[in-house]
C-alpha cells in the first residue's frame, strides 16, 4: 500500500508574526517553521497504518522555498520512507487550487492508495486543498477526521458541528483530511533521524510537472488585497460588584447607549 | 532523483540538519515527557526509571556510541544539546542520563575492549542496563589517584574490594543496584611484607589505576546506603556501593592494567563539556521564568520589568547565559570525541558555565520574592540543582588547577 501525505511549512505556533512590508502576508525572516500542526496529525495517521501493515510506503510531499527541507527531514525521521520536495518560485502565490493542481500532478505521478492531508492550514485557514485535491483526482474523499480505521475499506470518523460525530466508509484510492488530536503525533527517534539522511529527497520543478502557467501567484483567482491588525477598540469597560449588582449595571448601560 | 543538499547557513547551536531534527525531538520530549513529572520527582527523591527507558527508546542514552552498537554515532554537539534539553526542565533527571552515557557507556566506548563494547553498549544505549562510573570514596574525591579500593589479581580473577560513594545510578531504587559499572581500583601487585607497595603507599607515589566492568549479581558487589536529602538533583538516584572481595572476571578488565588513569583522562573532556551543557539549560529556564514573571507581576502600578533593579538581574543573566551557551558549543564542536586536545577549553566551559548558572537561578529566585523561593515554582529546585555542578565531575578548585597548569605549561594557548 502507498500512502501520499501532504506537508503544509507554517510559521511555528510560537513564532512572532508581523505583517510584511508590502502588507500582503507576514514577515518571513528569521521566524521559526513547522509542520503544519493539521499535517502533523495527518502524517502520525499514515506511519501508524505503516506500523501495522508491512510493505506499506509513505511519501510526503511539500511544495515552498530551501526551508521546507527541513519540515520533510522531520517527517522522513518521524518514519516516512520518501519526500517530493516542488521547489520553484513559480509556484509561490499559488492559491488553494493551484496548490490542489501540483499536489494533483504528484499523486497521479506516485499513483497512492490513500491520501492523507490536514483538514486545514494554520496560516492560510482555508480547508480548501484537500478536497479541491480530491476533486481533480476523481477520488471520494472525507474531512476533520478524528479516528481512523483500515479494515478492508477506510472508516473514518469525521467532526460535526456541535459536538456531533459521523462515520464515513470510503474504498480506496480517496483522499483524508485530519483534525488536529485524532492521534498523539511521535517525535523522530535519534535512529529515525540517523536513517532520514539516507532517504531520498526527490526535488521538482512546475514545469517538471507539466504546469508551468497554470499554477503560481498570476493564476491565482484569490489573492490577499491586504493583510492588517485590526485597529483596537474604544476599550472596556469591567463591571464589577455581586451578579445582581452586575447584571443591574449592563442593563443600565445597554439602556444608556440605546442598544435596545 | 535529486537530494536538496543542505543550504542552511551555518548555526553552532545545530549544525547539521541531524542536530535541527535532534533540536527538535528534544524540544517535544522534554515538554511533553519530561516537565510533567520532574518536580514530583524531586519532592520524592525518585529516579524515574520508566523514563530513562522512554529516553533509551527514542535513542537519547546512545548519542555518541557507535551504530552498529545501538547508538546514534553523533558527536559531541549532540551530547551537549541533550544534556542541554533535559536540564531545563529536569537537572535531576539530566544527570542519570549523562552519568549513564557519557561517565558510563561513552567511556567504554573509548575504552572498552570489542568484545566488552559489543557486550555494554547496546544493553546501555537501548536503556535495558543503567550504569554509572565509579571514581570516588569516601576519604576520597579531587585526589583520586590516591584512591584505596583495590584489584588483586587471583587466577582468572581480580578480587575487588573498597567503597565507592556518591555514585550516581548506584541504583535505582533503595532495593536495586544499578546494572553494570566502570570502577577505578589500584592494581598493584603485592610484594612481600613492608616491600615495595609499602614503600609507595607511604611515598604517595601514584599508584597503578585499573578499570573494571562490574556487573550486578558478581557475589560481593551490594548497594550500601543510598544518599537521601541531597540539596540537589534529587530526581537522580545517589548511592555508596560496596565491593567485598567481589571477583571480576580478567576479561572485564578495561585495556590494560595501569590504563585507568588515561581512561579517566581520555573522557574527561566530553565529562566536563556536558555538565557545562547541563548548567546551560538550567540558565535557560531561570531566565524564561524571570521574564515571564516580570513582564506578569505588578509592583507600584506598573510591571516589574519596568524596574531598574529588575531589568539588571534579566539582562546580566539573559547575557551571561548567551556567552557561556556560545562558549560551550564552539568548545563542543571542536571535540575530537576519540581523541584530545580540547582539555583546557573543556575544564573552562565547566567553570564559566556552572557558575553562571547557579547565578542566573538566584536571580530568578530574586525577581520571583517570596513565590520563587516556594518548592512548587520551578526556580527554587533549578537553584539547589545548579550547585551540585560546581561540585561534581570537578571541584571549580579542580578546574582552577588545571586551567593555571596549563596555561603555565602552555602559554601559546593565550597568543593565537
Same mark, same amino acid.
Given at each position: 500500500?502507498?500512502?501520499?501525505?501532504?506537508?503544509?511549512?507554517?510559521?511555528?505556533?510560537?513564532?512572532?508574526?508581523?505583517?510584511?512590508?508590502?502588507?500582503?502576508?507576514?514577515?518571513?525572516?528569521?521566524?521559526?517553521?513547522?509542520?503544519?500542526?493539521?499535517?502533523?496529525?495527518?502524517?502520525?495517521?499514515?506511519?501508524?497504518?505503516?506500523?501495522?501493515?508491512?510493505?506499506?510506503?509513505?511519501?510526503?510531499?511539500?511544495?515552498?522555498?530551501?526551508?521546507?527541507?527541513?519540515?520533510?527531514?522531520?517527517?522522513?525521521?518521524?518514519?516516512?520512507?520518501?519526500?517530493?520536495?516542488?521547489?520553484?518560485?513559480?509556484?509561490?502565490?499559488?492559491?488553494?487550487?493551484?496548490?490542489?493542481?501540483?499536489?494533483?500532478?504528484?499523486?497521479?505521478?506516485?499513483?497512492?492508495?490513500?491520501?492523507?492531508?490536514?483538514?486545514?492550514?494554520?496560516?492560510?485557514?482555508?480547508?480548501?486543498?484537500?478536497?479541491?485535491?480530491?476533486?481533480?483526482?476523481?477520488?471520494?474523499?472525507?474531512?476533520?477526521?478524528?479516528?481512523?480505521?483500515?479494515?478492508?475499506?477506510?472508516?473514518?470518523?469525521?467532526?460535526?458541528?456541535?459536538?456531533?460525530?459521523?462515520?464515513?466508509?470510503?474504498?480506496?484510492?480517496?483522499?483524508?483530511?485530519?483534525?488536529?488530536?485524532?492521534?498523539?503525533?511521535?517525535?523522530?527517534?535519534?535512529?529515525?533521524?540517523?536513517?532520514?539522511?539516507?532517504?531520498?529527497?526527490?526535488?521538482?520543478?512546475?514545469?517538471?510537472?507539466?504546469?508551468?502557467?497554470?499554477?503560481?501567484?498570476?493564476?491565482?483567482?484569490?489573492?490577499?488585497?491586504?493583510?492588517?491588525?485590526?485597529?483596537?477598540?474604544?476599550?472596556? #469597560?469591567?463591571?464589577?460588584?455581586?451578579?445582581?449588582?452586575?447584571?443591574?449595571?449592563?442593563?443600565?448601560?445597554?439602556?444608556?447607549?440605546?442598544?435596545? | 532523483?535529486?537530494?536538496?543538499?543542505?543550504?542552511?547557513?551555518?548555526?553552532?547551536?545545530?549544525?547539521?540538519?541531524?542536530?535541527?531534527?535532534?533540536?527538535?525531538?528534544?524540544?517535544?520530549?522534554?515538554?511533553?515527557?519530561?516537565?510533567?513529572?520532574?518536580?514530583?520527582?524531586?519532592?520524592?527523591?525518585?529516579?524515574?526509571?520508566?523514563?530513562?527507558?522512554?529516553?533509551? #527508546?527514542?535513542?537519547?542514552?546512545?548519542?555518541?556510541?557507535?551504530?552498529?552498537?545501538?547508538?546514534?554515532?553523533?558527536?559531541?554537539?549532540?551530547?551537549?544539546?541533550?544534556?542541554?534539553?533535559?536540564?531545563?526542565?529536569?537537572?535531576?533527571?539530566?544527570?542519570?542520563?549523562?552519568?549513564?552515557?557519557?561517565?558510563?557507556?561513552?567511556?567504554?566506548?573509548?575504552?572498552?575492549?570489542?568484545?566488552?563494547?559489543?557486550?555494554?553498549?547496546?544493553?546501555?544505549?537501548?536503556?535495558?542496563?543503567?550504569?554509572?562510573?565509579?571514581?570516588?570514596?569516601?576519604?576520597?574525591?579531587?585526589?583520586?589517584?590516591?584512591?584505596?579500593?583495590?584489584?588483586?589479581?587471583?587466577?582468572?580473577?581480580?578480587?575487588?574490594?573498597?567503597?565507592?560513594?556518591?555514585?550516581?545510578?548506584?541504583?535505582?531504587?533503595?532495593?536495586?543496584?544499578?546494572?553494570?559499572?566502570?570502577?577505578?581500583?589500584?592494581?598493584?601487585?603485592?610484594?612481600?611484607?613492608?616491600?615495595?607497595?609499602?614503600?609507595?603507599?607511604?611515598?604517595?607515589?601514584?599508584?597503578?589505576?585499573?578499570?573494571?566492568?562490574?556487573?550486578?549479581?558478581?557475589?560481593?558487589?551490594?548497594?550500601?546506603?543510598?544518599?537521601?536529602?541531597?540539596?540537589?538533583?534529587?530526581?537522580?538516584?545517589?548511592? #555508596?556501593?560496596?565491593?567485598? /572481595?567481589?571477583?571480576?572476571?580478567?576479561?572485564?578488565?578495561?585495556?590494560?592494567?595501569?590504563?585507568?588513569?588515561?581512561?579517566?583522562?581520555?573522557?574527561?573532556?566530553?565529562?566536563?563539556?556536558?555538565?557545562?551543557?547541563?548548567?546551560?539549560?538550567?540558565?535557560?529556564?531561570?531566565?524564561?521564568?524571570?521574564?515571564?514573571?516580570?513582564?506578569?507581576?505588578?509592583?507600584?502600578?506598573?510591571?516589574?520589568?519596568?524596574?531598574?533593579?529588575?531589568?539588571?538581574?534579566?539582562?546580566?543573566?539573559?547575557?551571561?547565559?548567551?556567552?557561556?551557551?556560545?562558549?560551550?558549543?564552539?568548545?563542543?564542536?571542536?571535540? /575530537?570525541?576519540?581523541?584530545?586536545?580540547?582539555?583546557?577549553?573543556?575544564?573552562?566551559?565547566?567553570?564559566?558555565?556552572?557558575?553562571?548558572?547557579?547565578?542566573?537561578?538566584?536571580?530568578?529566585?530574586?525577581?520571583?520574592?517570596?513565590?520563587?523561593?516556594?518548592?512548587?515554582?520551578?526556580?527554587?529546585?533549578?537553584?539547589?540543582?545548579?550547585?551540585?555542578?560546581?561540585?561534581?565531575?570537578?571541584?571549580?578548585?579542580?578546574?582552577?588547577?588545571?586551567?593555571?597548569?596549563?596555561?603555565?605549561?602552555?602559554?601559546?594557548?593565550?597568543?593565537?
Amino acid at each position: 500500500m502507498k500512502i501520499m501525505v501532504c506537508i503544509k511549512q507554517v510559521p511555528h505556533q510560537d513564532a512572532r508574526l508581523d505583517v510584511n512590508g508590502a502588507g500582503t502576508w507576514i514577515q518571513e525572516e528569521n521566524i521559526k517553521f513547522e509542520i503544519n500542526p493539521y499535517d502533523q496529525n495527518a502524517l502520525e495517521a499514515a506511519l501508524q497504518l505503516k506500523d501495522k501493515e508491512a510493505g506499506t510506503e509513505v511519501v510526503v510531499v511539500s511544495i515552498g522555498p530551501e526551508r521546507v527541507t527541513q519540515s520533510l527531514r522531520t517527517a522522513l525521521g518521524m518514519g516516512a520512507d520518501r519526500a517530493v520536495h516542488v521547489k520553484d518560485g513559480a509556484a509561490d502565490g499559488s492559491d488553494s487550487l493551484g496548490t490542489a493542481k501540483i499536489l494533483a500532478a504528484v499523486a497521479k505521478a506516485e499513483s497512492p492508495d490513500l491520501i492523507f492531508a490536514g483538514f486545514m492550514s494554520d496560516d492560510g485557514n482555508l480547508a480548501a486543498t484537500g478536497p479541491m485535491l480530491a476533486t481533480l483526482l476523481g477520488i471520494p474523499h472525507t474531512t476533520t477526521a478524528v479516528s481512523f480505521q483500515k479494515n478492508g475499506a477506510i472508516q473514518v470518523e469525521r467532526e460535526l458541528e456541535g459536538g456531533a460525530l459521523e462515520v464515513v466508509e470510503l474504498n480506496t484510492p480517496c483522499l483524508v483530511t485530519t483534525q488536529t488530536g485524532m492521534n498523539q503525533v511521535r517525535y523522530a527517534s535519534l535512529k529515525g533521524i540517523m536513517a532520514a539522511k539516507k532517504k531520498p529527497i526527490d526535488v521538482k520543478t512546475v514545469a517538471d510537472l507539466g504546469l508551468a502557467g497554470q499554477v503560481g501567484a498570476d493564476a491565482a483567482k484569490i489573492k490577499i488585497e491586504k493583510l492588517y491588525t485590526p485597529p483596537k477598540g474604544q476599550g472596556a #469597560e469591567i463591571l464589577s460588584g455581586s451578579v445582581d449588582e452586575v447584571v443591574g449595571k449592563l442593563v443600565g448601560k445597554i439602556k444608556e447607549l440605546g442598544l435596545l | 532523483m535529486s537530494s536538496t543538499g543542505d543550504a542552511r547557513p551555518f548555526d553552532l547551536l545545530a549544525p547539521t540538519p541531524e542536530h535541527a531534527l535532534l533540536q527538535g525531538t528534544l524540544r517535544e520530549f522534554v515538554a511533553r515527557e519530561v516537565e510533567p513529572q520532574a518536580n514530583e520527582h524531586d519532592r520524592s527523591e525518585r529516579f524515574n526509571h520508566a523514563l530513562f527507558r522512554r529516553a533509551g #527508546e527514542l535513542g537519547l542514552l546512545g548519542v555518541t556510541l557507535p551504530e552498529e552498537y545501538g547508538g546514534a554515532g553523533l558527536d559531541a554537539v549532540a551530547a551537549v544539546q541533550v544534556c542541554e534539553a533535559l536540564s531545563t526542565s529536569d537537572p535531576g533527571f539530566a544527570l542519570s542520563v549523562l552519568a549513564h552515557s557519557i561517565l558510563f557507556a561513552h567511556n567504554v566506548s573509548v575504552n572498552g575492549s570489542e568484545l566488552q563494547r559489543k557486550h555494554v553498549l547496546p544493553r546501555a544505549a537501548s536503556g535495558e542496563w543503567i550504569g554509572g562510573l565509579c571514581m570516588t570514596e569516601p576519604e576520597v574525591g579531587t585526589d583520586v589517584l590516591a584512591l584505596r579500593t583495590t584489584a588483586k589479581r587471583d587466577g582468572d580473577v581480580y578480587r575487588i574490594t573498597g567503597r565507592k560513594t556518591f555514585i550516581t545510578n548506584g541504583g535505582v531504587d533503595e532495593k536495586t543496584l544499578g546494572d553494570c559499572f566502570i570502577v577505578y581500583a589500584a592494581t598493584e601487585p603485592e610484594r612481600s611484607e613492608g616491600g615495595e607497595r609499602a614503600r609507595r603507599r607511604a611515598s604517595s607515589e601514584p599508584k597503578a589505576i585499573s578499570s573494571f566492568l562490574v556487573e550486578k549479581g558478581m557475589p560481593g558487589f551490594s548497594l550500601g546506603q543510598k544518599w537521601k536529602d541531597k540539596a540537589g538533583m534529587r530526581a537522580s538516584f545517589t548511592a #555508596e556501593l560496596v565491593f567485598d /572481595d567481589v571477583p571480576v572476571p580478567a576479561e572485564n578488565r578495561m585495556g590494560e592494567e595501569g590504563e585507568g588513569t588515561l581512561h579517566m583522562m581520555r573522557n574527561l573532556e566530553i565529562e566536563r563539556l556536558t555538565l557545562a551543557a547541563m548548567s546551560l539549560g538550567i540558565a535557560q529556564r531561570s531566565v524564561q521564568v524571570m521574564v515571564d514573571y516580570a513582564n506578569d507581576r505588578k509592583a507600584f502600578g506598573k510591571p516589574i520589568r519596568e524596574f531598574g533593579q529588575i531589568q539588571r538581574y534579566v539582562a546580566e543573566s539573559f547575557a551571561e547565559w548567551r556567552s557561556a551557551r556560545t562558549f560551550v558549543y564552539d568548545v563542543a564542536r571542536r571535540i /575530537d570525541l576519540h581523541g584530545s586536545g580540547q582539555r583546557l577549553d573543556a575544564d573552562a566551559t565547566k567553570l564559566v558555565a556552572t557558575q553562571m548558572a547557579k547565578r542566573a537561578a538566584d536571580a530568578a529566585m530574586q525577581v520571583l520574592g517570596g513565590y520563587g523561593y516556594m518548592g512548587e515554582y520551578v526556580v527554587s529546585r533549578l537553584w539547589r540543582d545548579a550547585k551540585l555542578l560546581e561540585i561534581g565531575g570537578g571541584t571549580l578548585e579542580a578546574h582552577h588547577k588545571n586551567i593555571s597548569r596549563e596555561l603555565a605549561r602552555n602559554p601559546s594557548m593565550l597568543r593565537d
